[in-house]
């Protein structure tokens, strides 16, 4: 999608919030202000990331000529810092933002989880492996490791049963 139709659905959103928000009080009026200039912002910034960057990084605050990217992956925040001073230069350029002074970039924790919790898995030695076990330990001169290796296959055995 081109730029001029982002805008026209920006422009046509803030409008209906516009409305909306003269239903509401001052200060929610301004966070929702707040939250249009980020989204338009952050709408910039994508724009000027590289395509690997535009899913993995988003706007996460804009203060006093500070802009904060946001990224829930180290590996990403790692690309992200190698293209900062191009991405400060462009956005100040060509996105028109003459009062972004400095970009830091913060790495989060995801608050859910897209992935299933990974279930452990028992590894069960074959009998086979078993029985080599048992004959190494009575190969075995050191007492201790003897014990361990009697023990291991013991516990398998009775973790199988």
């Given at each position: ?33 707040r ?25 996460g ?6 802009l ?12 992200l ?15 028109g ?12 924790t ?9 279930q ?42």
């Open positions: 999608m081109n730029l001029l139709f982002y805008t026209y659905l920006i422009k046509n959103f803030q409008m209906k919030m516009r409305s909306i928000s003269h239903c509401l009080n001052k200060q929610l009026a301004e966070i929702c202000q939250s249009f200039q980020l989204e338009e912002l952050s709408h910039r910034v994508k724009q000027l990331l590289p395509e690997n960057l535009v899913t993995e990084c988003y706007v605050s804009f203060n006093k000529g500070c904060v990217l946001t990224t829930t992956n180290a590996v990403w925040a790692t690309q810092r190698y293209i900062l001073p191009e991405l400060r230069d462009r956005l100040r350029k060509e996105a933002i003459y009062q972004l002074s400095s970009i830091k970039i913060t790495v989060t995801p608050t859910f989880q897209h992935e299933k919790p990974i452990h898995q028992k590894n069960a030695l074959s009998e086979k492996a078993k029985a080599t076990i048992v004959h190494e330990s009575q190969q075995c001169t050191y007492e201790p490791l003897q014990k361990a290796l009697l023990r291991l296959a013991d516990h398998e055995s009775s973790q199988t049963s």
